[in-house]
């Protein structure tokens, strides 16, 4: 066996059986294989594409050339939660304290973002987190705190890491069974017993419609089923913001706003309590979607959800003052508001040029080694197909750095003011099982 049978044998179209993968893996982390090599492999794969039973066999050797997450029998039903990310996309960092005050058990593996879409990680950077923890540590967190946030380690799923630099690098990132493979490794190694998936679509996300994102969701599905894990994919639009704080430490503001009732977005509260409402139901935590809401309703207003926030970030290293962010407006050093030059309705024509203004601040990254300005964000005073008057504050932008001419007219460019209301996507485009 040698790569240039398997490049040879995928470029003609013919399937690359369990073994064969089992051995490419193994030769990637031994390093016998060239990063060109991997590269061409990886482009025959993009353009003969993989079959389902190939899909399965490259996640399958993805695990288990790297390590596998094993719990005490006393921790039951765990989940784990994943989001093919976009523009302000926080659910994390309110679902899973609201569930873990709940007595929801959740391990998670996230990600830094790297472009337009940002990561957990880097949110959690801002608050000093430590993300980077040991198996030991994973289990008392989940014991103790009914929670853990971790990024990939080098024993977890450790080829995926390799095969998403060169993907990255290679222009084969946005190939079905590549993207599945990579995704579903992480979450069947961090082994929970159910996978609750949100794939974005619109705009600001991985997937433009929603025929892409139901492939990908059947296809994580029939994965999950062959590693007896229930995997559920819940579609959701990021044709616009998922909140109106986007950035790092901005979307920790909205987030710890959030868990004490405060909401500013009705589309990010829809999806946190929709998210929330299936897994407490999956669970048998709750009977419907009323008691499940009130069930909600009742940690928020009762403050465990937020309490469980600080506990957990605190257990996570974590010594940010939260209620000093609660209280008081969120600010920068430089500050920048753009007003309105009319009355009308907002509408923002692409979610996306959000996400690249937030490169240009430094709240996002054009490279992976770029360093970040946690305190850079932007905030939209005015959401879509809200009213606005004339001289009223539209959008305001926020960094540690004078913020370019450049920035304020790419912003200003991307709003719309209309004398009635435009029609507006749902939030939640659909679920499948």
Known sequence: MNILSLIEKKKNNKRITEQEFDWFVKNILNNSI???????????????????????????????????FYYPKKIKDIIDKHSTGGVGDKVSLVLLPILASLDVKIAKISGRGLGYTGGTIDKLDSINCN???????????????????????????????ILYAIRDTSGSVDNLSLIVASIMSKKIATNADYIYLDAKVGDGAFFSNLKKAKEFGELCIKIGKKFKKTVVVHYTDMD???????????????????????????????????????????LKKAKDKKSAYRIID????????????????????????????????????????????????????????????????????????DTLDFNAGIYLNKYNNELVKKNETIVTIYSSHPIEKSVINKIKDNIEIFENKQKANKTILGVSR
Request: contains cysteine; aromatic residues 12%.
């Open 298 to 369: 009742e940690t928020i207003k009762s403050s465990n959800a937020y309490n469980k926030f600080k506990d957990w970030a605190k257990a996570q290293g974590s010594n940010y003052d939260f209620d000093s962010l609660l209280e008081n407006e969120y600010s920068a050093k430089y500050v920048e508001h753009i007003k309105s030059k009319k009355p009308g309705y907002i509408k923002f024509k692409s979610n996306k040029e959000f996400g690249m203004a937030l490169i240009e601040i430094k709240a996002g990254r054009k490279q992976k080694t």
């Open 34 to 68: 060239s990063d060109y090599q991997i590269s061409a492999f990886l482009m025959s794969i993009w353009f003969a594409k993989l079959n389902y039973d190939e899909t399965y066999f490259l996640t399958k050797a993805i695990v288990e050339n790297g390590k596998v």
């Open 240 to 282: 616009k913001p998922l909140g109106r704080y986007l950035g790092n430490l901005t979307e920790i503001k909205e987030a710890v706003d959030f868990l004490n009732g405060k909401f500013h977005c009705e589309a990010l509260k829809e999806l946190i309590y929709d998210f929330a409402k299936d897994i407490l139901i999956d």
């Open 131 to 161: 993300t980077s923890i040991d198996e030991k540590k994973t289990i008392e967190l989940l014991d103790k705190q009914n929670l853990f946030i971790i990024q990939q380690t080098k024993e977890v799923v450790p080829a995926d890491k």
